[in-house]
């Protein structure tokens, strides 16, 4: 990958979250490892999708990224500087290029705003338009989400779950950023509008020139929409690359797990589906396992998967190209 092509680098990025104590006289303290060294790239016009199971602490990455969340260690560089060492208003100047779109569209909208408020805000704040400007500037957003130029009057409470969702797309695209975080954009909307909204996001990364970090656990929603994946469990990511490569020949135990649980549209396919079962519960963030984070649940555990913390291995198709990366000791 090109260093020049490169939009946003992680190296090594680290969040933890302290517990609170529950014994007075206890001197250790624990933390939640919710992201413990990491380490991507995305380059220009890109989507990397990052997938994996519920608390595995892909949202996180996201958030740490935006330094919603400060980071504990690592880097997070964009565009030639890292976000970390900002001051509070460097930063907040960096916001014009780095958006996210949230989770829950009910939540994410201020409910005592109207469409025209919640989209002008961020122009009016950064000042990049005329106060007599930002009205037009929303209907031109209006138009781009595919939403009705009347609705710039209305309030949250008025739109139905998926409508919502595009005013959380405009409000993102308002001050023209080159980068955003989608954090399950998807997820708490209904099936039927679902495919729409993917949709309309892919069409505005071609039109706009966008670069993605699209967060996701539904693995066929990310294939479609990403030109990477990025897999996570407990903290870490376990395999890295190309979307279609990752799924038709996925190499890390976890991923083979996970990818074995989508069903398949078609019924003769679906009853040849194999399913890979994986005994035991998810280990807690607090006290991870030594070594390899999925050791206690993989069936081709080893004795050095609880020695060490296996790296990323490069793994070659039969032409001998690089296809994919796996942190995983079987290719070791």
Same mark, same amino acid.
């Given at each position: ?6 939009? %946003? ?20 303290? *624990? ?5 413990? /060294? ?35 260690? !690592?880097?997070?560089?964009?565009? !030639? ?22 989770? /829950?569209?009910?939540? &994410? @909208? ?11 805000? $961020? ?8 106060? *007599? ?19 710039? *009057?209305?309030?949250?409470?008025? #739109? ?6 595009? =005013? ?16 399950? $954009? =998807? ?18 990364? +071609?039109?706009?020139? @966008?670069?993605? @970090? ?9 294939? +479609?929409? &990403? ?6 469990? @407990? ?12 799924? *038709?020949?996925?190499?890390? $135990? ?11 549209? /078609? $019924?003769? &396919? ?13 280990? &807690? ?14 069936? +081709?555990?080893?004795? =050095? ?13 039969? /032409?001998?190209?690089?296809? +994919?990366?796996?942190?995983? #000791? %079987?290719?070791?």
């Amino acid at each position: 990958m090109a260093e020049q092509d490169i939009l %946003l680098k992680v190296e090594h990025l680290k969040k933890y979250f302290p517990v609170k104590q529950t014994k007075l006289l206890t001197k250790k303290r *624990n933390y939640v490892y919710a992201v413990d /060294d990491v380490s991507f790239a995305i380059r220009r016009g890109e989507t990397l999708g990052l997938v994996g199971e519920s608390g595995c602490g892909k949202s996180t990455v996201g958030r740490t990224i935006l330094q919603l969340y400060r980071p504990t260690g !690592g880097r997070v560089i964009f565009e !030639g500087q890292d976000l970390a060492k900002l001051s509070p208003e460097e930063m907040r100047m960096m916001r014009q290029n780095i958006q996210i779109v949230f989770q /829950d569209p009910y939540a &994410s @909208l201020n409910p005592r705003m109207t469409v025209n408020e919640i989209i002008g805000e $961020p122009l009016d704040i950064f000042g990049i338009i005329p106060k *007599n400007g930002i009205r037009e500037r929303v209907l031109e957003i209006l138009d781009t989400v595919g939403l009705d130029r009347s609705f710039a *009057n209305r309030y949250p409470h008025e #739109f139905s779950g998926g409508q919502r969702q595009r =005013i959380g797309i405009a409000r993102a695209l308002a001050l023209n950023p080159s980068f955003i975080v989608c954090d399950e $954009p =998807i997820s708490a909307l209904d099936v039927s509008v679902q495919a729409q909204v993917l949709n309309l996001m892919v069409d505005l990364k +071609h039109e706009l020139n @966008l670069t993605y @970090l699209f967060i996701a656990h539904d693995l066929d929603m990310v294939r +479609h929409v &990403s030109d990477r994946i990025a897999v996570m469990y @407990l903290g870490k990511v376990v395999e890295i690359g190309g979307s279609d490569e990752l799924y *038709n020949n996925p190499k890390h $135990p976890y991923t083979q797990a996970l990818l074995s649980a989508v069903p398949k549209p /078609d $019924p003769k &396919s679906e009853r040849k589906r194999v399913r890979i079962i994986l005994e035991g519960d998810v280990p &807690s963030a607090i006290h991870p396992p030594s070594g390899c984070r999925f050791r206690t649940r993989c069936p +081709h555990a080893m004795e =050095i998967c609880a020695q060490q913390t296996p790296e990323f291995y490069r793994i070659t198709d039969g /032409d001998g190209t690089h296809s +994919h990366q796996a942190a995983c #000791f %079987l290719y070791s």
